[in-house]
């Protein structure tokens, strides 16, 4: 429901602290972030044998590139992976600190005890697959599908699976309210490619060895025979359920269903014992998404023998729970997650893997900590001036814009005025104390967690919106934009380098924190977010007219990303990445205009021979700089709505007539766009 700046983005926090925890003894200082060169801009990382003209990323970053090798615990390293390294420190020291505190009470307590029933290795090793023994003794004493879907609805609040997914999230028609949504589920491989394509059979292959592994892990019976149903069963759903980028269309993927008419419309699964399961009884309306598949994926369970459905459920479980579990079971999640999908040689350290678990399950209780650790009052006060100004730029290009219509133009500007911004943290945190954190119990912690977590969903439902609740937790380098409440959201670790350096220069900096903003507020703009009203509503604010023009426009750019060859024979799925790619394009030129806005008539300086909007666009370059392994970028083009970093550079720019003069790009050269091929959208 969120449009997120970076998919699966790292966390951190922002510039200097006031004051940290006591640090671990083998853990650097964490009070300075990284600074990029003397005013913002890595001038070293760039390869200037490479003209701008010819290849701008590489220009930008080539030096950098060079010399990048990928840390062996990871699938890609840039400058996210970056700052989650700082970010899974600092979580760190905050974590140890509070888990050595004796006196530590409420929240910190949480924290520490959580931490180091994950950190604790020899009593989770010791107690190996007991920890599941209640959860699979529930799932091989379901006598009936019946109770299956109950026990399918009941995975909502803990580890297993489903056919189906459900949350509870506000009404995309009525955003003051929150409505239960149901979507389609049931595959466990990064998509549904994986199991219909050929180019994905050695994967499937590997997962099906996958399968049995944890089934004769967890001791279920005949593991090799149930792994072969499981991903015959998994092939089956995968045929029937809509693509990603199907599963974008906000107008399509809103169809309100009275359960008793979706028992109706969808017969072979029971919605209402699924729905009691989840702690969704209250629910009599609840929202499908993709409608189409869930008939036929509902006839595919009643078809589908009640021991295939246990073992399924059985694998689920212990899938899920692998990371939780002894290093038998963490292992082999490992190989098959990390290692064969996305060709990451070795496991990351516990210790990072138990930050990342706390900020999941405890996220505003360890995000709090983070905040006074790592965080200043002064940097929300910047932050909030920068959003500012860009808002004033979009307000100008919607003014400016030759294609769209008054009225559609006065809609657009209400809207925008309309936004919400949220910068940092919450203005109030979450209360944690109703939930139970056990220390050396890991596996009921965890459980625990999504327990309260849904639960605390789950109450809402039909009840009203609350406006001040983040989507996103403090520690996160990420940014968001979400069409119901109308609003874009910004964590407190935005605010660095390579995003934003205090002590930098303007236009780097525009060019980087100034472009995040920007894409956020595009978001609100684009082929989906444009649905939306300014009071969040999923509404036709359109002349048909407006709307065929920028659904042109939006064509012809989706077009020059599926024209990229990324890797042999794998493109970038123009439709699927068409948002993020129009937010990347809109937040660039919002950016620039804000900061030639910020010179207040003046002349921009140069700089070691650069000038202004050179800097603009190296300061966007830079953010997105870095390195994925093959398998991790196979799975990303189609997985993924966000195009690979170098193309989030190299396909906006070409569009942006500034950049042409900016670096001398003339007909001929490998980065030139003639002016009737550039798509003009905000």
Known sequence: ????????????????????????????????????????????????????????????????????????????????????????????????????????????????????????????????????????????????????????????????????????????????????????????LPDRDYYLEDRFKTQKAAYEAYVAK?????????????????????????????????????????????????????????????????????????????NTAFPKIAQIYANTPLDVLQAWSAFSLADQAAPYLSKDFEDANFNFRSKTLSGTPVQQPRWKRAVNATDSSLGEALGKLYVEAYFPAESKAKMEELVGNIQVAMKGRIEKLDWMSPATKAKALEKLAKFRVKIGYPDKWRDYSALQIKD??????????????????????????????????????NAYYQPTKNEIVFPAAILQPPFFDPDGDPAVNYGGIGGVIGHEITHGFDDQGRKSDGDGRLAEWWTAEDAAKFNAQAAKFGKQYAAVEVLPGAHINGDLTMGENIADLGGLLVALDAYHLSLKGKPAPTIDGVTGDQRVFLGWAQVWRGKYRDDRMRQQLVSDPHSPPKYRVQVPVQNIDAFYEAFGVKPGDAMYLAPADRVRIW
């Open 440 to 477: 050396g119990d890991l596996y009921g912690n965890v459980e625990r967690a999504a327990a309260f977590e849904w639960d605390y969903r789950a109450a809402r439902y039909g009840g009203p919106v609350d406006d001040d609740e983040w989507g996103m937790t403090p520690p996160t380098i």
């Open 1 to 188: 429901m969120i449009k997120t700046l970076w998919l699966g983005a790292a966390s951190v926090a922002a510039l200097l602290c006031a004051s940290a925890p006591a640090l671990a003894a083998d853990l650097p200082d964490l009070s300075k972030a990284p600074r990029m060169g003397p005013w913002g801009f890595d001038m070293a990382g760039r390869d200037t044998s490479v003209a701008p003209s010819k290849d701008f990323f590489e220009y930008a970053n080539g030096v950098y590139l060079n010399k990048l090798e990928i840390p062996a615990d990871r699938s890609r390293y840039g400058a996210f992976d970056a700052l989650q390294e700082l970010s899974q420190q600092r979580m760190r020291a905050v974590a140890e600190g509070a888990a050595a505190k004796t006196a530590a009470t409420g929240d910190e307590a949480k924290v520490g005890a959580f931490y180091h029933s994950f950190m604790d290795e020899a009593a989770v090793n010791a107690a190996g697959a007991k920890p599941m023994a209640a959860d699979l003794a529930a799932i091989k004493a379901v006598k009936d599908k019946t109770e299956m879907a109950r026990l399918m609805g009941a995975t909502m609040r803990k580890f297993g699976g489903s056919f189906f997914g459900a949350y509870v999230h506000d009404d995309a028609k009525d955003p003051e309210r929150y409505t239960a949504y149901l979507s389609q589920a049931g595959l466990s």
């Open 214 to 290: 944890m089934l004769g892990l967890a001791g279920w019976e005949k593991p090799a025979e149930y792994a072969k149903a499981i991903v015959a069963l998994e092939t089956e759903i995968a045929q029937v359920s809509w693509t990603r980028a199907e599963r974008r269309d906000d107008d399509k993927t809103y169809n309100p269903f009275e359960v008793d008419k979706l028992q109706a419309y969808a017969p072979g699964f029971d919605w209402k014992a699924f729905l009691d399961g989840a702690h969704l009884p209250q629910a009599s309306r609840v929202i499908v998404a993709e």
